[in-house]
């Protein structure tokens, strides 16, 4: 709804048109069955006063205008309920009618929705304020603590669960339909930027969105507002692709470049909660580099298993790491792995495009004989044995010290002196048979270890096996061998998982990254304003889904009739009181 010169604001479309009986029942069923309405009753009702419109009058005009007029601003949401819906949902949400050119009947209509809206925010607003003049920085330094005093806790756990209740809602419609059954629990974390209208803080006037900041894109794209992190469904193997919806299971609008790793593990948690099945999870350079208790050590213990890149500093040779190994991208290596294997992992680091990293693929492949294979798996103390490459009965190199090393320690269990190895007998290799030409000793790499004697050499070529701690590496420790194939294949597929969702939630049918659509200012009300849009998208994603694998029947699957799901969040709800309002007519 745009504002029209000469008239009063707010000015209503001359010629609305008439919203479906059937769309209007489906949102109310959602937005009932989302929870939210028992959580604000019992919110609202410590506040004094009349209570005025209802909070689902609010909620389903926002969904309302976010799925039909694309906008979630207040004036296109109050439009939708007062003018576009028949006089049986006019009676139930508790508006009259009212003469579109009356402009004091529509200003006092638009009243009492505005009125509803910012009740909702107030009372989940951790610190209010003024938002329609700039307050000096030192004022406003209290107001921003308020959203980041908790450190590694959410400040606004009301806010948040209201918010991911919203969006999975369409969520735990599938899930309890069988849309959901042949994902296997992979996921992407990506963090996208909330724009806002504010500006920046000036040395002197803060922004009026205090809590906002600067989020940086991938590509270096600066946007002043919020950061929403946002996990997306996803899979590894091609033969899911279109098996399933790829919805958004969890959202959190945060301040850009804060409690980037808390933030994903507590939509983790959520997810768990809703889905039995964790597998893989995939996140950009933000989260590798997070603090590994605020997101690695979490993200292991509740069930994922991390796939992640690096950045260009995080892949450094550690040399002498533990008993003379060399620790680089996750791996240990033999202290004598060539120089230009080391290089390879620095190239692999710095492509930026999965071709590059294609194109790297052998050359990565060639470090594969100098990692330590496991030789026992970790205790209940965190440690696991490692074995050097070039001992056992597969060894996977040819090393002279290993040589030496096994060859005097087995004369020394028999208590004589070695003797020179007999020469082994020549004999005929099969070319055709791929294990017998990989198991020759001339087809295995040959280390070139220094002169040295044997007391001054590393630990692990005195023995073969050594002890190392399971988090030596936290940070870089993962599942898949990084570089690898199945490594880039997992990335490479998570991560343009969650780049789809993120086209399809900035463009004109979802608006997430357009600021004229969602102008309401403040943290909850972008919090509350994305959550309806993701909702919506999510909607959208089902209803598509159907379609394809053509299931879809509008006469009887509105996804208006949600079946009982368990609710993802454990801690139960205060009774609200009776909801006196009448049940929704019936279309």
Not at 250 to 279: C, D, E, N, Y
Not at 331 to 354: F, G
Not at 402 to 430: F, K, L, V, Y
Not at 566 to 579: I, Q
Request: net charge positive; proline share 8%.
């Amino acid at each position: 709804m745009k504002r029209r010169s000469g008239q009063h604001r707010p000015a209503p479309s001359p010629h609305p048109s008439q919203l479906n009986d059937r769309l209007v029942r489906q949102v109310v069923d959602l937005v009932r069955a989302s929870g939210v309405l028992d959580e604000l009753t019992v919110l609202e009702a410590r506040r004094p006063g009349p209570r005025g419109l209802r909070s689902e009058t609010v909620l389903v005009g926002m969904v309302l205008a976010a799925r039909e007029l694309r906008s979630t601003n207040v004036d296109d949401a109050w439009e939708c309920v007062q003018f576009r819906l028949r006089k049986p949902w006019l009676k139930y949400f508790g508006l009259k009618e009212v003469d579109r050119t009356d402009i004091e009947a529509t200003r006092a209509s638009a009243k009492r929705f505005y009125d509803a809206w910012s009740r909702i925010t107030t009372v989940l607003d951790p610190a209010r304020h003024d938002r329609r003049t700039r307050m000096p920085r030192d004022q406003a330094v209290t107001y921003r603590r308020a959203w980041l005093h908790r450190k590694h806790h959410d400040s606004t756990p009301v806010l948040s669960r209201i918010a991911n209740k919203l969006v999975l809602t369409p969520v735990r419609t599938a899930v309890a339909r069988g849309l959901m059954d042949n994902w296997a629990g992979d996921l992407s974390v990506d963090a996208t930027a909330i724009p806002t209208w504010a500006r920046h803080s000036t040395r002197r006037r803060a922004s009026l969105e205090v809590s906002a900041g600067v989020h940086v894109s991938g590509g270096g794209h600066k946007t002043f507002g919020y950061s929403a992190t946002l996990l997306v469904a996803g899979h590894t193997e091609p033969s899911l692709t279109g098996r399933y919806p790829q919805l958004c299971m969890g959202m959190s609008l945060h301040t850009p470049g804060k409690q980037i790793g808390p933030q994903a593990v507590r939509l983790l948690q959520i997810v768990k909660r809703l889905w039995p099945v964790q597998g893989y999870l995939a996140g950009d350079l933000a989260h590798s580099d997070a603090k590994v208790e605020n997101f690695h050590d979490p993200v292991r213990a509740i069930g994922y298993k991390p796939v992640l890149g690096y950045k260009i500093t995080m892949v450094r040779k550690d040399k002498n790491a533990v008993e003379g190994t060399i620790a680089i991208a996750g791996d240990l290596l033999c202290p004598h792995t060539p120089q230009r294997i080391i290089d390879t992992y620095h190239r692999m680091a710095a492509a930026k495009q999965s071709k590059t990293r294609e194109e790297l693929l052998p050359e990565m492949l060639e470090a594969d004989p100098y990692v330590l294979p496991l030789k026992q798996s970790a205790n209940h103390r965190g440690l696991e044995r490692r074995q050097c490459p070039a001992a056992g009965t597969s060894p996977r190199v040819t090393c002279p010290w290993a040589q030496e090393r096994d060859t005097s320690g087995a004369h020394r269990r028999r208590n004589h002196t070695p003797r020179r190895p007999a020469r082994a007998q020549p004999h005929t290799i099969d070319l055709t048979n791929r294990r017998a030409r990989q198991t020759h000793p001339d087809a295995r790499p040959t280390v070139r270890p220094p002169e040295r004697p044997a007391h001054q050499r590393p630990a692990i070529c005195q023995q073969s096996t050594i002890t190392v701690p399971v988090d030596i590496m936290p940070k870089l420790r993962q599942d898949l061998p990084w570089g690898r194939e199945a490594w880039q294949r997992t990335y490479r597929s998570l991560r343009s998982h969650v780049e789809g969702p993120n086209g399809r939630a900035k463009n004109v049918d979802t608006f997430l990254h357009s600021r004229e659509k969602h102008q309401s200012r403040g943290r909850v009300a972008q919090t509350l304003l994305s959550a309806i849009q993701l909702m919506v998208e999510n909607l959208r994603t089902i209803e598509s889904f159907l379609r394809d694998q053509r299931l879809w029947k509008e006469e009887n699957y509105t996804l208006g009739d949600i079946p009982e799901t368990p609710d993802p969040y454990e801690d139960p709800v205060e009774e609200p009181e009776s909801n006196s309002s009448a049940p929704p007519p019936e279309p």
